[in-house]
């Protein structure tokens, strides 16, 4: 360790310094690995957005000259006159969703706040297997550098949606080759990380941290790894068949008889479209409540934190938790109403998804319930995790005709599904995710962030992101599909509602700008922000005992629980806040 | 740093660290293996009957198949041998009966490798049918499963069993959580074996 470490009898033998590599690039503390997931969670959330905002530019003038970017995208993408082709809109589309779920929010809501956190607020020293920690990152990172690498590939990369629905993406000349073996990296990324999650939550806990009084966010880590651990399987055996059917042309996805461009496709034939649905979706449903459950555990942090209260139903919302994670296993087919599965495989899917709202509804309700009567601060923190509540609130109930199979109908691949799924996953999870780099910010550098950019950060984003979303809410009952490329101009049913793109493309772009104070505001506070303590926000969780920013092996002192972990304003106490563990000094 | 029951169990569960982390990473391969023989339901009940019929022009070796399957059981019983001779601190004994296990892999892969190229020279490719696509798949990656447990135990009966003379137990436990895996790479083939070979 470079750092003076607090001398405990424990650490003395770690006093030797550690090379620069071994250290911040192939380290296997925790703490370290937390931080390199989540910085390339947030650049590759960057870069994602990015993408998007290039092709919200056609969507909004279609066929009209790219500018700026026109001249180096290279002619397989740009017509003759320099704005976008078909192809390249697919690409985008396709990398847009695959980058900012599996590169984006899960390597930081997972991999970035799962491995900073968890083991802090558990009171463990670090994960069970800290060089599988280290394995798990590089897997990440290799599955990054193969999705980005594919956009150089001579046909672009893949464009097939992040479905990538086969018997379209078994036969592309596009790098879907490139996905899936990128694909095949990040889920054994995400399967070392779950295998470490769940062994850490079991076997590391400090004495005295029973169960129930594990802090949410823990909770909510360890359901999110048993899906990962679960669900990402059978994807990966998806990916491994498809991966077969485009190198060894076999027809695990292909139909009899498959007719590419006016000819027979060469392929034996036999296999079942639907088949890739099913062991797509499989994974894919979870998946959306591996991007929510970390999102709900910071939020339930923050909330309990700045409202100076207890969580109301605890209890509750673990059990709710729970539940939710069984249930996400067997509502996969929702996604697929219009396939022709039939009405008996509809109604029960349709049933069990009509279930698994309950406990989303029980933990939202009681995250509102919470704020009745606390004495709340305000700051850039909360306010993220207030702005997630009603936002992630319209993204769930907008969900609801979703899951009906008659209302999902018309609805099906239309924009208003589009809507759905943003509301829940970027003003909601991604806000979630602002609210946690805001409130354990000063865990990992010892400063806080400015609460001034913060406040400049949070305003402009809650109305530019619903300035993007709610437009296509009502695009979407309208009728408009989700995959034309010129946002529908050229149907006459768009034509009253496709005016609306242009506002949306101006919302996108106005959120890019409201992103400049967080990025200033990030780099900014590391070395300039207000010196904070080892317990700025006068939290209970066993994580702000540790020294901020923590060293090698987290503690300096022996960590025993001794309570639950949201004592807040407890009557008769001296102090608005009874930490979980307190110091044996005091 | 040391992580606490990386070796000793933890006094509530009863188990080190690395027997709960050899679980569930089995809990993942059972839903990956699983979700292939769900493929093989599913190409099987959509082949409008035409399953027996790529079945019987596959021709697959029976006889070899079943040396194959003697072959693992007996690899699954020197696994054991070995662990058990650690545990009763038999180095010699230990490092026969490891050996003998990788060899048995070893002697599974030769036996397959000439059952796949038998197969490629009468023109029988994945490509040719889905019967043969799943075959080749499921066995191709029970394969490279196969190849993972040798490298492993490899690992531990050569370089890794210097262990021995430091800390023995840990050795002994690592020994039977790599022997967890290739009782269950073992498992997966007595599945493999009746349903593409026998039904």
Redesign the interface.
Known sequence: MAEPVHASPA?EE?HHEQSFWRKYIFSTDHKVIGVQYAVTGLAFLLFGFGLMMVMRWQLAYPDTPIPWLGSLLGENRVGANGSMLPDFYNELGAMHGTIMVFLGVVPLAVGGFGNFVMPLQLGA??????R?NMISYWCLFMGGVTMFGSFFLPNGAAGNGWTSYSPLADTALNGQTAWLIGMIFLITSS?LG???F??TA???RAPGMTWMRLPFFCWAQIVTAFLL??????L???G??QL?DRV?????FIPEGLVIGGEVAE??G???PL?WQ??FW?LAHPEVYVLILPAMGIVAEVIANNSRKPLWGYRSMVYSLIFLGFMSFIVWAHHMFITGMGSVMSTFFQTTTMIISIPSVIILSALFISLWGGSIRFNTAMLFALGFLPMFGIGGLTGLPLGLSAADIPLHDTYYVIGHFHYVVAPGTLFALFAGVYYWFPKVTGRKMNEFLGKLHFWPSLVFMNGVFFPMMIQGLNGVSRRLADGGITYDFAGEVAGLNRMMSVSAWCLAVAQIPFIINFFMSIRNGKKAGRNPWNSTTVEWLAPSPAP??NFDQPIEVVRGPYEYSVPGSDKDYVPQAEPAST | MEIPYTVEAHPETGLNNGKIGIWLFLTSEVMLFGALFATFIMLRLGSDGQWAHMQEEAELNIPLATINTIVLIASSLTMVMAWASLMRGQLGRFKLFGWATVGCGGIFLVIKYFEYTAKFAHDHFPSSNTYLAIYFTMTGLHALHVIGGMAWNAYFTGPGSKLFHTNRQWLTDRVEHSGLFWHFVDLVWIFLFPVFYLL
């Open positions: 650490h770690h020293p670090d994960m069970a297997f800290p599988i399967l779950a295998i470490n769940i062994t079991i076997q590391l651990l679960l669900a990402f399987p059978p990966e055996a998806a491994v068949l077969m060894a042309s076999t027809s695990f392929f034996s036999g296999g079942s088949l099913h062991l499989f090698h092996g």
